[in-house]
């Protein structure tokens, strides 16, 4: 039997763990704060002597891209299936994201390292005033970014200089990412762009397929399957762009399976997290057929609703984990055969929402109806087979 072991305890792990027991995978989670081992999707964690290097598994990837604690990675240096040392250093800091970005001749919004202020004046000199600022390393979910619009910026006292990067904020028409994944003879399968809205930096829903311009998909396969090359990287990796004036930027890139990911447990034949255990253990990779429009919705900071339960093509996956405020908790799946009936099921969840913002249920039905009359040939994004009935 093949061996995995993820490093992290969070719930991306606990998605794979139970993708890899559907191929007789045995997939186990290190916790790495409190070095434990969480076995399949078992919440109890084992204690685990201080020298242990998982030696038992064939190969080790990872949940996450940040671990404050460096030994964290280093204990798995010399680990034979630990192939991600050069792709973490390369994409875990920002600096180096962007320029291995700009080496690869792929566009990302304009950029530079921040050690002062005047480092702001002068990429507010090349775009206009409007900058983000985000830490080097170790935000996630908007966390650790800060926007500024002033004449005179300075940097903020939160901010470490020189472990900063400033970028231009870019209008986007609308944000989507791509996620692919790729084995180690170096074949790839990608899912179909889908479109996220986000709020405060955050998730907050992925409709999927997104509705897209002509070319589109191949262009941006394109540009990851570069990228996966580059790094030689094997498993699923995420791709989040932004779309600004039909011209699609890199945002970011996560070597992991990720959330806008999350849709392709209802709506595609292989979901992204047994591509990832397929790619890692050398089993088919098989192109993945979308089976469903589907629209995911982020659960956050909300606790439990059985009520979830009660409807109809709708389903929940809930991580179990404690209920706090800005916490992802869950996510719904919402899906149908058509993007029609897509939106009934979404207006049926509405009228039974109550512990979250119907803002973000809101925003999935506004991309549906654009997607609906965009196949109906009212706008620029044509793309009627969209409406065709899909298999359900
Ligand atoms: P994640 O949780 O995806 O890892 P993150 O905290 O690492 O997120 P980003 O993906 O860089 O951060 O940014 C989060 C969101 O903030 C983006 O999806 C986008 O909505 C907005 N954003 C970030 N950078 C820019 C930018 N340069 N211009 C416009 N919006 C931006
Ligand atoms: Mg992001």
Redesign the pocket.
């Known amino acids: 039997m093949t061996r995995v072991l993820v490093l992290g305890s969070g719930q991306l792990g606990l998605m794979m763990a139970a993708a890899a027991s559907r191929l007789g995978v045995q997939l186990d989670r290190l916790d790495p704060e409190n070095w434990t081992l969480l076995r399949g999707t078992s919440p109890t964690p084992e204690p685990l002597p201080s020298d242990w290097r998982g030696e038992a598994y064939d190969h080790v990837t990872v949940e996450r891209e940040h671990f404050p604690d460096r030994a964290v990675l280093q204990a798995f240096d010399s680990h034979p299936g630990f192939k991600l040392a050069n792709t973490l250093h390369c994409l875990a800091d920002?600096r180096r994201q962007k320029s291995f970005l700009d080496e690869l001749g792929i566009a990302t919004?304009e950029?530079l390292t921040v050690r002062d202020r005047a480092d702001l004046a002068e990429l507010q000199h090349r775009v206009g005033l409007?900058?983000?600022l985000?830490a080097a390393t170790g935000?996630?979910?908007?966390?650790?970014?800060w926007r500024i619009n002033d004449p005179q910026p300075e940097v903020p006292a939160e901010a470490v200089p020189g472990q900063l990067i400033a970028?231009?904020?870019?209008?986007?028409e609308r944000?989507v990412s791509l996620v692919g994944a790729r084995n180690r003879r170096g074949d790839c399968v990608f899912y179909p762009l889908v479109e996220?809205e986000?709020r405060?930096?955050?998730?907050v829903c992925t409709i999927a397929p997104g509705e897209l311009a002509p070319g589109q998909q191949a262009e941006a396969e394109d540009m990851l399957r570069r990228i996966m090359d580059a790094l030689d990287y094997v498993g699923v990796m995420a791709m989040?762009c932004?779309e600004e004036s039909g011209r699609l930027l890199v945002?970011?890139l996560?070597p992991r399976v990720?959330?806008?990911g999350h849709w392709t447990q209802e709506g595609a034949s292989i979901d992204q997290f047994e591509m990832h255990v397929r790619a890692l253990a050398n089993l088919p990779l098989t192109v993945p057929e979308t089976t469903r429009n589907t629209a995911m919705l982020n659960l956050v900071g909300t606790a439990f609703d059985p009520a979830w339960l009660d409807l109809g093509k709708t389903r929940l996956h809930w991580y179990g984990k404690e209920v706090r405020p800005g916490r992802k908790l869950g996510h719904l799946n919402v899906y149908g055969a058509t993007n029609h009936a897509l939106l009934d099921n979404l207006e049926a969840l509405m009228k039974r929402w109550d512990p979250m913002d119907p803002a973000d249920i809101q925003r999935a039905l506004d991309i549906l109806k654009r997607d609906i009359g965009d196949a109906r040939g009212e706008t620029q994004h044509t793309r009627p087979e969209r409406e065709q009935r899909i298999s359900n």
């Open positions: 920002r919004s950029w409007g900058l983000v985000k935000g996630y979910d908007g966390r650790g970014q970028e231009r904020v870019v209008a986007f944000e996220n986000h405060h930096g955050m998730l989040e932004f945002n970011e996560a990720h959330n806008s």
